[in-house]
């Protein structure tokens, strides 16, 4: 028996019809950053996204009103001695700060809790919950960023230009973001959680030392040019996310001990 | 059906599975070697935590890694080391995991009510988790990897923690299910999956050792197992498997490529043909012990 098959390719006409009749059999629909936002809180819900994160908003709460009392006899004794460009480096400098904890307490907690690996395996994954937060800690920390400058500008006898108030800490804030996307992107998740805090701690420290001439350029640089920036900042923010979602990254957050 | 294809991993430099090429169908397939052998890695690469240096895995025949979350769908999962939020009761925390999965909340909760009886656990379902014993937070593990019904069950290290009669309870629920899903379990127990294994896949030396029968492994023993009384002096080529205590005395359990002297005969089991083939590991555990 010959049970060689004679192997006949299709033809081009051939091809091309089989090709469209899989296109209109298959209901094709090209998965977007923009679709998987909406099936997220149309099927889990707004509620699921800090869940168990109760305690570290708590926490972070806490924190950055300690923060604020500490900074506040500081910043009279700046507007006092008119050194307007410090508060305004000070701004700068701390507005990421409630992003920052949100995004790391919560990661690290959920590796204290050895529930990252497990979330990672599920529909709605780690990785797309950790977009979605960070979507939403962008908006609180706005409303957090607004509100504290507004309280700032009122203690501080209306003085300062909320306007650029305002700026700075979007840009800041959005600076912070972005450049932690980019990081995400180039350092694997098994030890992002505790590289990228040092390399922040370490660019702090940079800006902390060369305080003077920042606070010199963010206080001279005029207001149109830091909204633009804050404006492309928020886009490319949306442009990074979009690239996260769709990145394929290794989940791992330890390797075998193999 | 799941098909690894020549599947390789590497960490930096050093390779940790070399070319592994499997085929699951329904049914338990218990994945048996010692700590370290790359059992975990395995598992990580077919939940997509990791992704192969080379080779793929296909699910239905397409790639895993662009299923994306159509593939974590139907995908269970029980991690080595299971996480759990203390201060939440299972109830809660199966409803976040369900809520995550996308299921219909009438459903899940339906689901959870279910899973929590099969697991033993309806009695506390609402009590918080942080007061549970280890075995209870197994179990909450195990209820959870089943909540969405998954096709594809991936139990890591799964009876950890359980009593003996918990563990029995486990392996007739694991067999239960394995009717219609695919069951990869993994574990160095040999009793958690002689019985209820359709196949067992072992690594040696981070290649695909063997993937067959519980007792097509038993078999390549056969005639190699030996009991021997106490004070038999053991040759270098021989090995000690076990001892036990019976109305003859003390008894050695040893392979042996040459029936010894003043030895019996045994019927070999699937603990005396892992301890065989994985011997070389077994003796360097054994040195270490004696150190």
Redesign the interface.
Known sequence: MNRVRKNSPLTQNEKENSITFILKEVDLQPATFRSFLRSYFQ???FR?LF??MGDILFIIGLLLIGTGIMYFSDFHYSLENDYSNKVYFTVFMASPLCYALLYFIGIWK?KL?????????????LK??LILRMLAFSGISLLVSVGTNIFIWQLLGQELSLMRLFSLSFTSLFLFANIQLLLEYKIPIHYSYWVTPMIWGVVGVLLIWQQEKIAQLLFYLPLSVVSGIVLGLLFLFMYLLRHNYFM?K???IT???? | MLMLNNVSKK?QSSP?LEDISLTFENGVYGLLSP????K??LL?LI?????PTSGEILWNGQAI?ELG?DY??I?G?L?Q??????N?SPTRFLK??A????MNKREAEKKIDELLELVALSEVKNKKMKRFSGGMIQRVGIA?AML?NPKLLILDEPTTGLDPKERVRFRNLIHRLAQDRIVILSTHIVSDVETIAKQIIMIKNRHLYCCETPSQITQSVQGKIFEVPAGYALTPEQLLLSERESHEGHLLRIASPVAPKEGVEVRPNLEDAFLYIYRDEVGAVAANHSI
């Open positions: 099927e889990v819900g699921y869940w168990g959920e809790l050895g529930t990252f690996e497990l979330k990672m395996t599920l529909r709605v994954s797309e919950l394929q290794e989940g791992t390797y075998a001990n193999a | 960490f940790v700590n370290g052998a790359g975990t890695t990580k939940t997509t935590l990791l992704f890694k979350a974590r769908g995908l999962y991690p080391s299971f996480g759990y939020y203390g939440y976040y995991i809520a995550l999965q996308k959870q969405n």
